[in-house]
C-alpha cells in the first residue's frame, strides 16, 4: 500500500506567464464591483449618456451649426422654431440653437473648471486640517467659517464685483465661494483615515507625512470625494446661470445658457420659445448631474444604496 494513497491529489500550478503578456485582474476589485453597481443604476447611464451628447455638442459647436453664434439677421428676428431655425430666432435674428450649444460650452467649463479648482483647495486644505490637527486645524477651520457663514450666491455676488464680471470673474468668484464644502468633507474624512492601522503601519516603516496623506490615504477616499464632485458641477451651473441672467455673469456676445434665459425672461409673453428651450436644456442637465451623483454614491457606497431606479 502506498504512503499517501488517501491522500487528495496535489493541486497543478498553472505555468507562469510568458513575459510581455498582461496578467488579468482578479474577478472581485473595489473598483470593478463599483462600475458593476453603477451599470446597474439605469437613469444614472442615461444620465452620463446625456451629459456626453451635451459635451460633444458643445465641442463640435462649430461643425453642428449653421450659423455663427453671434451673426445677427434683422429680418428674421424673433422667429419661432423653423426648419431653418429649429428652436427659433432672438431679438437680434441670431439663431437660437446656435446660441444654447455655444452657451452649453460656456456652462459646462465654467462648472467643470470652477468645482475642480474648489476641489484641488478644499483637499489640500482639507487634508492638512484632518490629518495634523491641533493648530494648523483651527486656523483652517476658522477661516473656512468665515467663507461659510456666507451663503454661496451672496459669496459670488460679492467676489464677482470685486474681480469682474466675465469668464475669470465668475471662475475665481465660485472657486472661492465654494472650496470650503470640499475642504470640510475631506478634513472629516482624514479624521477618520488617520487613525487606521494601515496609515499607522506607514508611519512605522518610516513614511513621510506627505507620502502618507497624499499617495496612502487620499486614494482611499476618492470615492466620497467624486460623489461630492459630481454634485458640485451642476450646483455651480446654477450658479453661474444665476449670476448670468442678474447681469454679474458673461458679457455678450459671449453666451451661457443663463444669459439666454435672462433674454428670454423679458419676452417670456410673446414670446416664450426664447426662454423655454434654454430653460429645458439647462433643466435637463442639471438633471443628469445629480443622477449621475446618485448613482455614484450608491456604486462606491452600497451600504447607503436604497435600490435603484430604472
Do not use: C
Request: cysteine-free.
Amino acid at each position: 500500500m502506498r504512503p499517501n494513497a488517501g491522500a487528495p491529489p496535489a493541486p497543478r500550478l498553472s505555468p507562469p506567464a510568458k513575459r510581455g503578456r498582461a496578467i488579468p485582474l482578479p474577478p472581485h476589485t473595489p473598483l470593478r464591483g463599483a462600475i458593476r453597481r453603477f451599470r446597474r443604476h439605469r437613469v444614472a447611464v442615461a444620465s452620463v449618456i446625456l451629459l456626453l451628447a451635451f459635451a460633444a455638442l458643445a465641442a463640435l459647436a462649430p461643425w453642428v451649426t449653421w450659423f455663427e453664434y453671434d451673426a445677427q439677421d434683422i429680418n428674421a428676428r424673433l422667429q419661432g422654431p423653423s426648419a431653418l431655425h429649429w428652436m427659433g430666432t432672438d431679438s437680434l435674428g441670431r439663431d437660437l440653437y446656435t446660441r444654447v450649444i455655444y452657451g452649453a460650452r460656456m456652462s459646462l467649463a465654467v462648472g467643470i473648471t470652477t468645482a475642480l479648482s474648489a476641489l484641488l483647495l478644499g483637499t489640500l486644505t482639507g487634508s492638512l486640517a484632518g490629518y495634523f490637527g491641533g493648530g494648523i486645524d483651527r486656523v483652517v477651520m476658522r477661516i473656512v467659517d468665515v467663507f461659510y457663514i456666507f451663503p454661496v450666491l451672496l459669496m459670488a455676488i460679492l467676489l464677482t464685483l470685486i474681480f469682474g464680471r466675465g469668464f475669470s470673474g465668475i471662475f475665481v468668484a465660485l472657486s472661492l465661494a465654494t472650496w470650503v464644502f470640499q475642504a470640510r468633507l475631506v478634513r472629516s474624512l482624514y479624521l477618520q483615515a488617520r487613525e487606521l492601522p494601515y496609515v499607522e503601519s506607514a508611519r512605522a516603516v518610516g513614511a513621510t507625512h506627505a507620502s502618507i496623506m497624499y499617495r496612502h490615504i487620499l486614494p482611499n477616499l476618492w470615492g466620497p470625494i467624486l460623489v461630492a464632485l459630481t454634485y458640485q458641477i451642476p450646483a455651480n451651473i446654477l450658479s453661474e446661470s444665476f449670476l448670468s441672467f442678474i447681469g454679474l455673469g458673461l458679457q455678450p456676445p459671449l453666451s451661457s445658457w443663463g444669459t439666454l434665459a435672462n433674454e428670454g425672461f423679458r419676452a417670456m409673453r410673446s414670446y416664450p420659445h426664447l426662454i423655454l428651450f434654454p430653460g429645458v436644456v439647462l433643466f435637463l442637465a442639471m438633471l443628469a448631474f445629480n443622477y449621475v451623483g446618485d448613482g455614484l454614491r450608491d456604486a462606491v457606497d452600497p451600504k447607503s444604496r436604497q435600490g435603484f431606479m430604472g
